[in-house]
């Protein structure tokens, strides 16, 4: 399959479970070098500060972590003292993320699901997280954002904390950042095939993968639209280097953007 190949929205989960599928073992690999089971098991936390202090306490809380991965969001959540749910539709990055669980001893529960069709009944979850890489593998946003409210209960807060889309208007040239389009640009948002994370990988063949450009705006409204009430918005910039900007220019762009939504009790 060729790079910036146009596939229907219904081939996506199928297409991108395959490539996460194949690259877990190398992925995991890397996550281990950040965050292996021994740091949870000390009680450490994947997260930002930030994200805490915006989802404020969970203790005793029932959370749901979309597209959890290998659940290094999940186990730091459960570090806080929440009862945590993690769903994702990889298949071997919920193998690894109960083994981690399980070395690390914390109890938490992993189930096999796609975020615009959760597995899980109305009024689920007193908290519900997502972040780290994830909003360009939804296929459809304005049905994540449903799924989203009808999981929340009444009363309950939604904490999303992910790339910032501004980046999305940016490519990377050596050690210069300049305007581009990634994928077809910021107001394509069609599903376009790529090889981003086999080329990562040091894949020897292409391992296609699909993703969608949401907006600002899209990420807003499909929130928005469900009824949810938008508390406050943050833009993150990390000091730590990341791979986006040179060295010593980490704060002039922003990493992510962090919002936090909260379903009426009414």
């Not at 946003?141 to 904390?161: H, S």
Request: proline share 5%; hydrophobic share 40%.
């Amino acid at each position: 399959m060729r790079e910036m190949t146009e596939v229907p929205v219904r081939r996506m989960a199928a297409i991108n479970r395959r490539m996460w599928n194949d690259i877990s073992g190398a992925w995991q690999q890397r996550r281990e070098a950040e965050y292996d089971w021994r740091f949870f098991r000390r009680g450490g936390t994947a997260l930002y500060p930030e994200v805490h202090r915006l989802m404020a306490s969970v203790k005793r809380k029932t959370l749901l972590d979309l597209q959890c991965g290998s659940g290094e969001a999940a186990l730091s959540w459960a570090n806080s003292g929440a009862r945590v749910t993690g769903v994702d539709y990889s298949d071997l990055r919920l193998a690894e993320a109960r083994r981690k669980a399980q070395l690390a001893g914390i109890k938490v529960t992993y189930v096999h699901g796609n975020v615009v069709r959760l597995p899980f009944p109305r009024s689920s979850f007193d908290r519900v997280f997502t972040g780290g890489g994830v909003t360009g593998w939804i296929p459809d946003i304005r049905q994540w954002g449903r799924e989203i409210a009808r999981v929340l209960k009444p009363g309950g807060r939604f904490v999303y904390c992910d790339t910032h889309p501004f980046l999305l208007c940016l490519v990377r040239r050596g050690n210069r950042v300049m305007l581009g389009q990634r994928r077809g640009g910021y107001f394509d948002n069609r599903p376009l095939t790529w090889n981003g994370m086999g080329r990562w990988m040091k894949k020897q063949r292409p391992l296609p993968q699909v993703e969608r450009n949401w907006t600002l705006a899209d990420r807003i409204n499909s929130l928005n639209d469900t009824g949810l009430e938008l508390v406050r918005i943050e833009e993150l910039a990390p000091d730590e280097h990341w791979f986006w900007v040179p060295k010593g220019k980490e704060r002039a762009l922003p990493r992510e953007l962090a919002m936090v939504w909260d379903k009426p009790r009414r």
